[in-house]
């Protein structure tokens, strides 16, 4: 098991609403990405986050947005719901430099639009 | 655009035989890559990982192949266990910008 937990395991969310997930990183990592993975998909870079600020973001509309705080944890908040955006949303936590550049997952949240 | 393309989509073994899963990238700013296990309900786990100055890396059963001209690498799994089922996912990154670019991935499934 990794050290990134991710809270809620499953949710179930109407279209149009708004959604807040959260994650904590691995003790002493100072950079989360989010990952969007569809079914039987690879996971899809949303936005990274290192030291409070975003550094990077993937091909996702500005109603997904995010937050890190000063202990490293994140939130991704999703806006406006759509149908398309019920999928298994994963955490990663890694400490960028040459020799260390794993990101370490945690279990995703399930979340569905209906 | 950086793109990892990953085959076969599934895949079958039987017990004790070789898994082979292929990958081939496009942005030769990739520097290191690494293969992740991911099991119904969890979250990819890193597996084994290689840099491009090295053409293959073993651990275990689990062996990485890397051919940086052709731009293309792959898994080798030796001894596949039932316990080894799962979906494999290749991946790209480069140089301590940790965005993670997955291959499609591939679901093994090992009989006994």
């Known amino acids: 098991e990794t050290g990134v937990t991710q809270s809620p395991t499953h949710l179930i969310k109407t279209r149009g609403q708004q959604v807040t997930l959260r994650c904590s990183s691995q003790?002493?990592?100072?950079?989360v990405s989010w990952y969007q993975q569809a079914l039987g998909q690879g996971p899809q870079f949303i936005f990274q986050y290192y030291r409070e600020e975003e550094n990077g973001r993937g091909n996702f509309p500005p109603r997904f947005s995010g937050l890190q705080f000063p202990n490293y944890s994140s939130e991704l908040n999703v806006n406006a719901l759509e149908l398309d955006d019920s999928a298994l949303y994963l955490c990663a936590s890694s400490l960028p430099g040459l020799q260390d550049t794993e990101a370490f997952f945690g279990q995703g949240t399930r979340l569905t639009v209906v | 655009q950086q793109q990892v393309k990953q085959s076969p989509q599934s895949l079958i073994v039987q017990k004790g035989g070789i898994s082979i899963i292929n990958c081939a990238y496009e942005?030769?700013?990739?520097?290191?890559f690494p293969w992740y296990q991911q099991f119904p309900g969890k979250g990819p786990a890193l597996l084994i990982a290689i840099r491009p100055d090295v053409s293959e890396k073993k651990e275990g059963r689990f062996t990485i192949s890397f051919n940086k001209s052709a731009k293309q690498f792959s898994l080798h799994i030796m001894d596949s266990q039932p316990g080894d089922s799962a979906t494999y996912f290749c991946?790209?990154?480069?140089?301590?910008?940790?965005?993670?670019?997955f291959g499609t991935g591939t679901k093994l499934q090992v009989i006994p």
């Open positions: 991946a790209a990154l480069f140089g301590g910008y940790q965005k993670v670019t």
């Open positions: 942005n030769t700013a990739f520097d290191y």
């Open positions: 003790s002493g990592h100072n950079t």
